[in-house]
């Protein structure tokens, strides 16, 4: 009996199907949360006041919640506890809540109702939390970054897979084989994350992270520590003893790894103590 000849991987044709729909701009891109949009609006404009976006805000239990809980972050903020969505943008600063916002509308956007990808994204979160944890402890150590910042960087650097995810929902010989589905996600999935992010209106500094998080090559544009290595680092730390390619890494050759400059996480285990803090910082706030 001849044997059942498997379906072909239909890698070349996924690529340019993908191209075709960025190029017509009907990529399926996911959405920020209605309350975000409208709170983001409210920030930009010059004469908006913090209590114009809490009244917003308030509207989504969930993102308001979110927001209190951000705010009540030691790390961040203060260690007197706010209650009030006003109160939270108040210690947040209005400044900074625009990336606040953001930081809070993540989970929604990494949550699916299409049940055959919907591990993969609750994965996907999961490893996004990790590697904002990470790369916020790190942030730490430079002064000329903002933890925040890195917090949100860590937390979208991968945010480019949904989009190839949700494509890859079309084609059952994807979804239904995670190497294949792994092979055309790390393709293009940084690509793809900076359309998105430009869709969105994110800063500069935070397309580059997504674009440039794998590219361990890239030409930094100065010799001062970025949020590109930030993410790089925590990305690669994240893999820690797992089956990901990034887990056998001689630290030691990783520029990222050389620009930081911190001796202990050079080498494999050096890590622990950054791992516990990031830990307890993720579950502060995420
Ligand atoms: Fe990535
Ligand atoms: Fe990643």
């Known amino acids: 009996m001849e044997a059942e000849k498997k379906p072909k991987f239909p890698v070349k044709e996924f690529v340019a199907d993908i191209k075709e729909d960025i190029l017509h701009d009907r990529l399926t891109l996911p959405t920020l949360p209605d309350v975000a949009l409208e709170a983001l609006l409210v920030v930009n404009d010059a004469d908006s006041s913090a209590d114009d976006v809490a009244r917003i805000v308030a509207k989504d239990a969930a993102i308001a919640a979110r927001l ?28 900074s809540v625009k990336q606040a916002i953001y930081l809070v509308s993540m989970r929604d956007v990494f949550k699916t109702g299409i049940a055959i990808i919907k591990k993969r994204m609750d ?3 999961q490893h996004s939390v990790v590697v904002a944890s990470k790369a916020a402890m790190l942030a730490e150590q430079f002064p000329q ?12 650097h991968d945010v480019g897979v949904i989009p190839v995810l949700l494509k890859a929902k079309d084609y059952e010989v994807l979804y239904t084989n995670e190497k ?3 092979k055309v996600v790390s393709g293009l999935h940084m690509a793809v994350g900076k359309i998105l992010l430009a869709h969105w209106k994110f800063e500069p500094v935070l397309m580059e992270v997504v674009a440039l998080h794998d590219h361990l090559d890239r030409e930094p544009p100065s010799d001062e520590v970025d949020y590109v290595d930030l993410v790089q680092v925590a990305n690669i730390l994240s893999y820690t003893k797992s089956s ?9 050759k990783v520029a990222a790894f050389q620009r930081l400059g911190i001796e202990e996480l050079m080498v494999p285990g050096g890590e622990a ?3 516990q803090q990031s830990r307890d910082l993720g579950s502060k706030i995420f």
Do not use: Q
């Not at 970054?145 to 979208?156: H, P, R």
């Not at 990901?244 to 030691?252: A, N």
């Open 68 to 95: 209190v809980r951000y705010a009540n972050c030691p790390i961040f903020h203060g260690s007197d506890p706010v209650t009030s969505v006003s109160r939270a943008i108040t210690r947040i600063g209005f400044d």
């Open 123 to 125: 994965r996907l979160w």
């Open 145 to 156: 970054l903002e933890k925040d910042t890195a917090l949100l960087a860590g937390l979208i």
């Open 180 to 182: 294949n589905l792994d």
């Open 244 to 252: 990901h390619p990034y887990s056998g890494l001689d630290r030691t």
């Open 273 to 275: 103590k950054l791992m």
